[in-house]
């Protein structure tokens, strides 16, 4: 005897629930963003491997004194995304990463006046457990 199976496969799906940006002054000139916030998984199937990171789209990729900068085109190091190794159906988990923009200035230790626009947290990736 065969049997064929036409069950629709399963899937996960990942949403961010919370997200907090901050502003942390990482050497005497110099000021990173950092992110924390938590995710779940919304969908009918585990997950596991979810890497979440974060983007300024409104930062200048032209490294110039006074103005948040950043690299999106290049690959993220493991301080610039978290990855969270298994989320069961439902469950909600904490992530948090940093030095997602910088900023620097050469007129002493002035701080950034504000938080640049276009900050996004991203889910890059993720794995269907089966």
Request: charged share 25%; proline share 2%; aromatic share 12%.
């Amino acid at each position: 005897m065969f049997f064929v199976s036409c069950a629709e496969k399963k899937e996960g799906k990942v949403i961010v629930t919370d997200q907090e940006f901050s502003i942390r002054q990482d050497s005497e000139y110099n000021w990173v963003i950092d992110l924390k916030g938590k995710i779940r998984n919304v969908g009918e199937a585990d997950v596991k491997k979810v890497v979440v990171t974060g983007y300024c789209w409104s930062c200048s990729e032209i490294w110039s004194a006074g103005m948040w900068l950043v690299s999106n085109n290049v690959d993220k190091s493991s301080e610039q995304k978290d990855v969270i190794s298994y989320l069961s159906v439902g469950a909600k988990a904490a992530f948090s990463f940093h030095d997602i923009a910088f900023y620097f200035t050469q007129l002493g230790a002035e701080p950034p006046e504000k938080m640049p626009e276009g900050l996004e947290i991203v889910i890059e990736s993720f794995e269907t457990v089966e």
